[in-house]
């Protein structure tokens, strides 16, 4: 007999609601909800199939802990004893500011809240950060400047297919999140501009109005050279309810999106109109983490120099993310492997909790309950749909008895009682303490405290025009994050829809035929810095002279590209694009 | 086929009759979306009368679900135990099944049971019984009426086991199987012979109903099958489409035609289990190769591809009737809302647009 139960899907933070069809403890299926104002009883595939990941088999289902080279099953209380003398000891022979702690867009609000205080007021460390620092933090800390650090609602999904325009940053951000690409369908064919600013395409698809080749420097190249487009797109966005849409991940540096949004404002009435923000994510509650504190303050360090200053972090606590997976550098890798101490509390058995000295299992985003916050800022209840977690215990479980065993004590919060303490402290949250709305399927959408204030940020431009005989070379993250992501190597079904990319040099055709090789075949690629070997690939969306490596085969682009370049108002170092050579091999 | 009349009144009691023996399916709300749910207490009547409301899925997944475990297996060499889960012991009841939805199933049927007899879905399907509700009044997105799904279903049809025809505040009940005839059976005491003249009011019905379609742009639907049919589409039509596809799976799902599942696995320390899930050939991987090589790379070919399935004359003359029963389902789960009725009607109007030039 199937069960039909009510909740929010949790593989990205477009927050569509859903019922997960349940036959006794197995879930079976999924269906849209048609009443919620996310989707409207449409969906992506990953929501269709998310049943898959939820049978999965490979459940971290027991505590780990690491004796000589292999990891042991261990029981909760043996894990934690270990845990809390190793936290001990180095909290005493290094001090406090010797561990790291990370917490999660994987996590409800609550769980990040109990990470921050735990971090700041149990272990009295500041050093504290998200994965999103490699992805993500850039376009975060944007947006949190703009908005003065009180980030409340920026958009409704629901109301882009009323917007007269939409700029569309990376056309996966339309193609990828399926119910808010439907909505931009919806206005262009309502007679809405769209123009989409992608930096590997070529041929935009039939619904965008303008076709702008390159964001960030490129962008700016482009608006500098075509007055009338850089007249035009301001004064279309300066209309009401326009809106820009980007996958926040994609953002590599703060300054592109400040200066896009100081662009887009230039001659413009004080206050500033600004378009509604869509900022998407391929984590569920990315911009809750970061609500809740999951950033370093007070001087403490971000998750970069956690791992890139030698031997100042001692131990790293990570809570409910696959850390591994998302270092861009081989070097940051090796750095995470040889901690003293790394404890993980994740739901499977990831390549991160392999390497971890302890490991405890905490239930999945679907067997917990507590709260999401989505790409509106819309604040959204989990209903704890199945418990098949084994062994698992909750967070506040594990960050709570930590807690106890370190001889110091933390008020042992339920998720609602934390939601309480949590609009009492953080201004645009103060209202999601209202349990009967936070049941309704609309959730809570954040107060809006602030007026927006853009720092006029120039853009930056590309230094000199492109060398002869020189290629660029974009150095993008990808769809094929969604390869590493957990939930879909779970999926049987998203497995082959998100295949493992290929390592290859995409190209266009006519680059292929020019330099007279064939698909396959491997060309050598050689930077200012290094050179490597790569299989070539053609892409027909490519404009010519343009070369596509996604951003994850980190060892490679870290021989091409040396030294990554620092962002300083994001405290974030990237790899930017290339210029490099091709030589036949 | 025999006839019989029953009063609104006795409904209830005739399901509590098939509670006793069946698994009784009927379509309820659960907080105010509409399911397919096993009943336990009074069904809700406005959703069992003569206007058409449609869950958001059609009942296809009592007989071929979402999801199913095939076998599990646990223990190695000589130890291995091998297990295939049990299908239903009871009887299946669908009461409230709306004519499109009883041909997507005779539609399954074809499909899991013709050439090669499925194990799995023959012994679910072969324990269901079909109550359709005729509709007087189609709902807002249905066009059954182009595709031969509704909104009465024929006597020439014969698929079916009972029809039920609302009238003010009775049914007319048409019965045309033996399994149809063992739940008339159960209760003597409610059917009786059709009142004078109901013959009469049911043709009026039907044909009432028949008027509230048009006009439908899926009545080009002639206009789309020759097309595609004679491959007359230009392929610039297929990309534009397609362009508009997220391939998400939506439509795959909810049609109560399609039928293309596929098989994975599950498995962790020698325990595990095989287990078929609903595909979509609107999906990158369910054409793609081993190798990496994916003969459907574009969108637009796989839109193509699915439209070619369920309209060309192909199909249709294989399995008597195109791929689609109206219900307009897809209308409400397609995000980019390239839907049926949205596909036929560009095709027909590509003639005088820049593609027929
Ligand atoms: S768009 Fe995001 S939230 Fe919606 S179904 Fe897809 S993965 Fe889930
Ligand atoms: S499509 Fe036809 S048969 Fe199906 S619900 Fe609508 S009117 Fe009834």
Redesign the pocket.
Known sequence: MIKNISTI?S??N???GMFVRLNGEEAVGILPNTRHPV?EGR??K??WNRYQNLRSENRLSHPLVRKGSKLEEVGWDEALQISKEKISYILSRYGPQAIGVVGSPWLTNEDNYRVSLFCRQVLKSNNLDGSYRFSGAAALTALNETWSGALGSLASIQSLRESPAILVLGRESLRD???VGARMIQAYQQGSKLILADPVCLRAEHFYNTFLPFPEEQLAQILKEKKDVAEQIPRLLAQPGSAIVFIADQIKTASSLLSLLSFMSQDQADPHPIPMMIPLSRSPNFRGAWDMGIRPNNGGLTLLEMLDLSNVIKGLLVFGDDLLTHLPSFSLMEKLKKLDFLLVADRFLTDTVQIAHGAFPIPLLAESTGTLTNCEGRVQKLRPVLNTGGESRPLSYLLSSLTRKLGSSLPAHSDKEMRKEISLVIPQYQNIHSESELDSPQGIVLSTLKHPVIPSIPFETREGPQAPGKYHLFIPNTLYAWSRNQMILESPLLRIEYPEDRMALRMNRQDVRELRIRPGEKIKVCSDHGEAQLAVEIDESLPSRTLVLPMHFSTVIENLAGKRKFDHIANYSYCPDLEVTLKKV | MEKYSLRKADLNRWIDSMIDRCQVFVPSRIEEEIFFSPVDEAPEMDLLGGTAVLPYLPPKDIVFPQSEILFSYSGKGEETKVEVPEGPKRGLVILGIRSCDTQGIFWLDQFFQENFNDFYYSRRRNKVTLVTIACNQPAKNCFCICCQGGPFLGSESQNFDIQLISFQDGYLVECNSTQGKELIDMRPDIFFPPEAGMEEIRFHLEEESQKKFLPAPTSYMSTAIRRITSNGIPPELWTELGERCFDDGGCSFVCPCCSCFGVGYLANDGKGYHYRYWDSCGYAGFTREVSGHNPREEKGERFKRRFFHKLSYQYLKKDGRIGCVGCGRCITACPGEVTMPLVVERIRKAQEAKYFK
Do not use: Q
């Open positions: 899907c593989f990205c477009t927050g569509c989707n969906l992506c990953r929501g999140f399926s119910p």
